[in-house]
């Protein structure tokens, strides 16, 4: 195991719940102050704190009109299904608001076991779309996702490795470790979780992930203000070129933001 | 880093050269016995052996009318740019025979830094994939690639990751550490891999990996007699139902093998 800090020694918890506070106060404020520019906003947590996490949980989305959360893949290298997140799991259920899954990691995560570093950057090219389908696995194989029906994923990056090697976690030793742990195959949990488009330009990869999660489940999303300038206008005219009608076009583009962030946006609307 | 033995302490060579050697000679033998069955085999390699592997390749090309050698993505933890691999790229170029990359890691691969192993799995659902590109991208960012520009590697299920995520390894921290050392961009080596179709039933996958590398680098390839037994009638019906054109489905069926094989299969052809 690499030398990372356990979950309890991450440092002074009241350090991270003090700087989400105020960058959520900050985000809150940015979104009242242009509301034609911003829909809402996804709200930090101090997730190596889980007290204060549910507290900020429950302070945005009730006072501050946060659409969800930001939930990161991984915890100081903890998993997401490990027992102690699960009240955030709980709570973002309960509170009816989306987490964004977004990847965490970096180039400590070595490739090889016979190197100190990911060389190449791989870390974060194929490392992160990786993680991103790591912690989906992980909250699939483990039984959170039955445990928590209503709970709302937005995967960022098109849910990652998923859409792509979806019969590899069907069947493989995954399926197999689970047996019929589950009432259901895992491949229908995966479906549950949401996909954003951020591709950042690879038709044939944005198709796949709408193929795999469906139009009902994908999400427009590019990395704006992060990726190249060219990415939001290539991601647009990756999802013209897939050819796919006029509704289910408008679900990826709008449609589905404002089903699956409902409770947000009305909130949003009246604020 | 795991403790994972060097290259150089991983075993007497001569007992994986000795293995390879009886291995191929089988092969050969089967070939040669099932000539309606088989259009060749693809050679094992004692790759803790450079020296021995060498020896082999041109044995088993030259006398045993391999048509390839399999290549694992990495030998005992060491990635295959490494300085050590480098000649048996040159006796491939130089015998005109393909790699076939298979991928290789195991559970001790954790997935996360706070755990010793891999959960669920993943490590061979997500990590083979993972661990194809990874391979791929150490050969291409590393200027293999380009030092070898005749050098023909077709990659296992689907070349991985690379179909999906094209745009991160064209743009990311890999091609920004590369530079301008290298005279084309990475994408182009990229798209120089050949990949198989054994992605066990799942047609928008397909379709991805085809989108990508083009239907001129696409080989039929499953995963007989490993999968599950549907598999093979899964590929089969997953390419069937992409619409390719009649020339492309049959190339991708045959004539790339044909072609990308071709003087190992000429060989056969002749034996």
Redesign the interface.
Known sequence: ????P?LEEAGPPKVAAEFARLANDEMAELVTRHPDRFAGFAAALPLNDVDASLAEMDRTAKELGALGFQLFS?V????LDDDRFEPLLAAAERLDRAFWLHPTRNA?????????RS????W???????ET??AL??LV??GRMEAHPRLKVIAH?GGG?V???????A????A???GTSLPRPPMEYFRRFYADTA???????V??VL??FGPDHVLFGTDMPLG?PSATA?TIADLESLRLSEADLARVFAGNAARVLGAGVATQDAG
Not at 171 to 174: A, D
Not at 199 to 205: D, E, I, R, S, Y
């Open positions: 195991m690499l030398a990372v356990p991984n100081n290298g903890v998993p400590t995560w070595a490739d090889y076991p016979t190197e100190e060389d190449y950057g791989l974060w090219s194929l490392g992160w779309p990786y389908a790591a696995s992980r194989y483990s990056h490795m859409p792509h090697f979806p019969s590899r976690l069947m493989g030793p995954g197999r470790q689970v591709l950042f330009g690879a038709a044939h990869a198709r796949c193929d795999f190249p290539n």
